[in-house]
C-alpha cells in the first residue's frame, strides 16, 4: 500500500514541535509494518537539506495566480530515515530557513500542495492513500474532489490528521483564483466564517479525519477555535488516534545526546549524573528535586502561568526544589521567564530558544515535568518524560488525560490536577515534593513508567486499519 504524507515539519529535517515528531516516526514504522509510505515536505534552507544528497525526480512549472513557479521534486538518495522523502523546491518561495511566520505563508502552502498535485498527475502517480498533517496541506482533499486540474486523483482517498486545531490556515477569498480550475458552485466546501478555511475545508472534504488522542476528538465539539459547529456536525468522520514515540530515537539507554545513558533498572543511578551536570550548567542545587517544563511559550501550554507558579512555589516550599525551563514563543512569557533569574539564583535556569540535545539531557535529568497546558491534542513531552523516568506533572486535558495516571490509581505513574491555576499547579508540585521525599517510591515509580510502552507500533497498527477500510470500501 502506497501511503504519501504531506506536512510542514518532519524531524530530523525540520521541526518546530509535535507535527515534526509525528511525521518523522510514523512513515518509518508503516514502513516497518510493510507499507510503502513516503513523507512530502516543502525545501527547506536547513541543516539536513544542506547536509544531504538529493536526487532530481522530477521537474516542472506550474501557475499559481498570475505568476508561472518553476519546481523540481529532489528525492533523499539513501533512504536514510526508513522512508522516502520528497522536498518540493520551488526557489525563492520555499527555499527558506525557517518554517512559519513569512507574510507570504498562504502562498507559499497553497503553491506546496499545488505542485504536490500537479507533479503527482503529470508523472502519473497514484498513492493508494494521501495522508495530509494539519492546516498547511488542507486543500488537497478539496482539490482532488473539486478541480478540473487534479480530476484523474478523484478517487484516492484522503486522510487528514489534527495536531493543532487552534491554528486554521485562514485566508480572504480575494485569493481563491489561486486555486486552479475549481468549481465554484462546491466553493462553500472551502468556507468558513466568510473566509477561506483551510482546516475547515480538509474536515469537509477529506474520506476521514484522526486527531491525536480520542479525548481530543471529544474536546473539538466544544472547544476548536470557531469550529466546534463543524466538529459536531462531522464528528462521525473523526478518529481519535493516540500518537506514539519513535523509541529508536527516544531511548535513555541508547541516546547519544544524553551524558550517561540508562535503563529502567539503573534509572536512579544513571538520571542522578544526567542531573548533576544538567544542574551544573544551569547553577542549580543537585540535591533537591528539579522539575522542568520544555515546550512553545504559548497560552495553549500555559506557559504565561510560569513565572507565577514558580515564584508562588519557590516561596511556599520555601526553595526546597529547583525549575529548569526551556522553550520559547510568546515574547511577554520569554521576557518573565528570563526576568526571573535575577530573583532565584541557585533555584532557577532558564533557555530561552529551541535546542534538540538540551530538550533530550532534560528529559533524561529532570525529575518531574510540568504541563499546564489549557489545550492538548496529545502531547509528546509527557510520553517522552514517561520513557526517561521523569514524573509527568499535567492537567488533566486532551491527550495528557488519555495518557498519563494519577498515581492515587493502583497502576498510576503521573500526577494529575483539574484547577489550572496558580494554585492548582503550585499544589501538584507540592504533591511531587512528598513524592520525592519517599526515594524508594521514586524508584518504583520510575520502573514502572519505563516499562510502559507507548511506541508506534500499536497507534501505526490503527492507522493501518483506518487505510485499509477506506481502500476497501
Ligand atoms: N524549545 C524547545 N527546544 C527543543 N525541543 C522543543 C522545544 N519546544 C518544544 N520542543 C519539542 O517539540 C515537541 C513538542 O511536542 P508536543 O506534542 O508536546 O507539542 P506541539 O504543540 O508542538 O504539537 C502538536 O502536535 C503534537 C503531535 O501530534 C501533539 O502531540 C500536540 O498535543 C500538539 O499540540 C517535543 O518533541 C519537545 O521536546
Not at 510542514?8 to 510493510?34: M, N, Q, S
Not at 493516540?242 to 527516544?250: E, F, L, R, S
Not at 532565584?344 to 529551541?354: D, E
Request: net charge neutral; with cysteine; charged share 25%.
Amino acid at each position: 500500500m502506497n501511503v504519501m504524507h504531506l506536512s510542514a515539519e518532519c524531524y530530523p529535517v525540520a521541526k518546530v514541535g509535535g507535527l515534526g515528531d509525528v511525521v518523522g516516526a510514523l512513515p518509518k514504522y508503516l514502513c516497518e509494518a510493510g507499507l510503502n509510505a513516503s513523507v512530502v515536505l516543502p525545501y527547506y534552507d536547513r541543516k539536513f537539506v544542506r547536509e544531504n544528497t538529493f536526487d532530481l525526480e522530477f521537474k516542472s512549472s506550474i501557475k499559481i495566480g498570475t505568476k508561472i513557479f518553476d519546481y523540481s521534486i529532489l528525492k533523499e538518495s539513501s533512504r536514510k530515515l526508513g522512508f522516502d522523502l520528497y522536498l518540493i523546491h520551488i526557489p525563492g518561495l520555499l527555499d527558506r530557513q525557517e518554517i512559519y511566520c513569512y507574510p507570504d505563508e498562504i502562498e507559499q502552502f497553497i503553491s506546496f500542495q499545488l505542485c504536490f498535485l500537479d507533479w503527482i498527475v503529470k508523472a502519473e502517480i497514484k498513492p493508494d492513500i494521501i495522508h495530509c498533517h494539519d492546516h498547511h496541506t488542507g486543500l488537497i482533499p478539496f482539490l482532488v474532489s473539486h478541480s478540473s486540474s487534479f480530476k484523474s486523483l478523484a478517487s484516492i482517498p484522503t486522510v487528514c490528521t489534527i495536531h493543532n486545531g487552534q491554528y486554521q490556515g485562514w485566508f480572504g477569498w480575494d485569493k481563491v483564483g489561486y486555486l486552479p480550475g475549481i468549481d465554484l458552485s462546491k466553493a462553500g466546501l472551502l468556507d468558513w466564517a466568510n473566509c477561506i478555511n483551510s482546516l475547515a475545508a480538509s474536515v469537509k472534504c477529506c474520506w476521514k479525519f484522526t486527531t491525536v488522542s480520542p479525548s481530543y476528538l471529544e474536546e473539538l465539539s466544544y472547544n476548536s477555535n470557531g469550529l466546534e459547529k463543524l466538529f459536531q456536525m462531522e464528528k462521525n468522520k473523526g478518529i481519535g488516534i493516540i500518537n506514539g514515540i519513535d523509541t529508536q530515537v527516544w531511548d535513555p539507554e541508547n541516546d547519544p545526546m544524553i551524558v550517561k545513558n540508562y535503563s529502567a533498572l539503573t534509572a536512579d543511578t544513571g538520571k542522578k549524573e544526567n542531573k548533576k551536570l544538567l544542574c551544573k550548567e544551569f547553577g542549580l542545587t543537585t540535591n533537591k528535586p528539579l522539575v522542568v517544563f520544555i515546550g512553545r511559550l504559548v497560552g495553549e501550554k500555559g506557559a504565561d502561568l510560569l513565572p507565577e507558579v514558580i515564584s508562588s512555589c519557590l516561596e511556599r516550599y520555601k526553595g526546597k526544589l529547583n525549575f529548569l525551563i526551556l522553550g520559547s514563543g510568546d515574547p511577554a512569557t520569554e521576557k518573565n521567564l528570563k526576568e526571573l533569574s535575577s530573583k532565584h539564583k541557585k533555584h532557577y535556569g532558564v533557555y530561552i530558544g529551541y535546542d534538540e540535545e538540551l530538550s533530550h539531557r532534560i528529559y533524561a535529568g529532570a525529575d518531574f515535568l510540568m504541563m499546564p497546558s489549557r489545550v492538548e491534542p496529545c502531547g509528546l513531552n509527557q510520553l517522552y518524560a514517561i520513557r526517561y523516568g521523569t514524573i509527568p506533572v499535567v492537567h488533566k486535558t486532551g491527550g495528557l488525560k488519555d495518557t498519563v495516571i494519577d498515581l492515587k490509581n493502583k497502576n498510576g505513574y503521573g500526577l494529575t490536577f483539574d484547577d489550572l491555576t496558580i494554585d492548582g499547579l503550585t499544589n501538584a508540585i507540592g504533591r511531587a515534593l512528598d513524592v520525592y521525599a519517599d526515594s524508594g517510591r521514586m524508584t518504583e515509580i520510575r520502573k514502572k513508567m519505563m516499562s510502559l510502552d507507548f511506541s508506534w507500533d500499536r497507534s501505526a497498527k490503527e492507522y493501518i486499519d483506518l487505510y485499509k477500510s477506506l481502500i476497501t470500501n
